[in-house]
């Protein structure tokens, strides 16, 4: 099967810049998750998406951050305006259902760098 | 909130030798996942373990759950240079979600 694809792979920007990704995930999952991965870091998730609605934002910094998934399949994160702490690598995920004991599919990530 | 520490945060290892990483939590988890990110590279689904003193085996990995489920721990026997990585447990964030370890960084030098 396809895995999750994720575009662009590689960012760079200015602070107060607007930036968008886009993420794919596997045919078939609901479930998709945006995760924010700082070097030597673990993912945070950012976001849960359940088909085309939002099970967890709770930790999207809503102020600069936004999420949509429209349609239920592909999702796009942006933030504006960014900052250097946004600096990291953005995963995207998903999963056939939404509990915690599926397994997770990320797709390569796009790798943010703020000047 | 949910935490779930590893240790060691990194470990280098000659080529052959065995290898461990361990993961705790503070409260009981219904499950534990692991997962494994190369270099450069996205997160791997492993394994996941659900019962108490699990032991589950994949090659030379072997990965198990306590028997109070606040810990798990990963071992890999006879490292190889292919087993480079950082190795990530993951335990449930309330119902639908997971949160990700602080992750141990694997170096094994040929």
């Known amino acids: 099967e396809a895995g999750v694809a994720q575009s662009p792979r590689y960012k760079i920007i200015e602070k107060r810049q607007s930036v968008a990704f886009w993420c794919n995930p596997i045919?078939?999952?609901?479930?998709l998750y945006w995760y924010q991965q700082i070097l030597g870091q673990g993912p945070k998730l950012l976001i849960q998406?359940?088909?085309?609605?939002?099970?967890?934002d709770s930790q999207l910094p809503k102020d600069r951050f936004s999420a949509e998934r429209l349609k239920g399949v592909d999702s796009t994160l942006k933030i504006q305006p960014a900052k250097l702490e946004d600096s990291a690598v953005y995963l995207c995920?998903?999963?056939?259902?939404?509990?915690?004991?599926?397994?997770?599919?990320f797709g390569d990530g796009t790798r943010l760098s703020i000047l | 909130g949910q935490q779930v520490m590893q240790i060691p945060q990194y470990q280098h290892v000659q080529e052959g030798e065995d290898f461990t990483t361990y993961c705790n939590s503070s409260?009981?988890?219904?499950?534990i996942q692991w997962y494994k990110q190369r270099p450069g590279g996205h997160p791997v689904f492993l394994i996941q373990?659900?019962?108490?003193?699990e032991v589950k085996k994949q090659k030379r990995l072997t990965f198990q759950f306590g028997e109070a489920k606040k810990n798990s721990s990963l071992h890999i026997t006879a490292t190889q240079t292919t087993d480079v990585g950082t190795y990530f447990c993951?335990?449930?964030?309330?119902?639908?979600?997971?949160?990700f370890g602080t992750g141990t960084r694997l170096t094994v030098i040929p």
């Open positions: 995920a998903s999963s056939p259902g939404s509990r915690n004991n599926q397994p997770q599919h």
């Open positions: 045919s078939g999952h609901a479930t």
């Open positions: 998406f359940q088909n085309n609605g939002v099970v967890d």
């Open positions: 409260t009981t988890l219904s499950n």
């Open positions: 373990l659900v019962k108490s003193g």
């Open positions: 993951a335990g449930p964030a309330g119902a639908n979600n997971l949160f």
